[in-house]
């Protein structure tokens, strides 16, 4: 792959950016982009390294019911993490629901507040 092509940010349409906030920052501890500008509707910037993830507090044209269980076979995004039994047990406090993957390697799924899927996976 090219070397000036990567990703920047991944955007997540939200119904309520203080209720995503309190998921993104508290449960993942990611950090908001203060540098966000007025865009002329509510959401935040996250940082993911030196990638983001832009929550967009707009309308979403997606359904809500009849999504896969299993984030895995949905559209998602997948989130390298440090230790996803400790991440389990901190989504398991908050009342989130997971699956852990199918292929038998240290990952889970869940579903954001709004119903957006995570694979969150554990690397080195």
Not at 9 to 36: C, N, W
Not at 63 to 78: F, K, N, T, V
């Amino acid at each position: 792959m090219p070397e000036e092509v990567r990703i920047h940010h991944v955007s997540l349409i939200v119904a309520d950016t203080e209720r995503s906030l309190v998921f993104y920052r508290g449960l993942l501890g990611l950090m908001p982009d203060k540098q966000r500008p007025d865009l002329g509707y509510p959401g935040a910037w996250l940082w993911v390294g030196d990638q983001q993830i832009h929550l967009l507090e707009l309308p979403n044209p997606d359904p809500l019911q009849g999504r896969p269980q299993h984030g895995g076979r949905d559209r998602h995004l997948a989130l390298a993490v440090k230790d996803v039994a400790s991440l389990a047990l901190r989504l398991e406090q908050a009342g989130i629901t997971f699956t852990r993957s199918r292929s038998g390697r240290p990952a889970i799924f869940c579903r954001d507040p709004d119903g957006n899927a995570l694979e969150l996976m554990e690397t080195a």
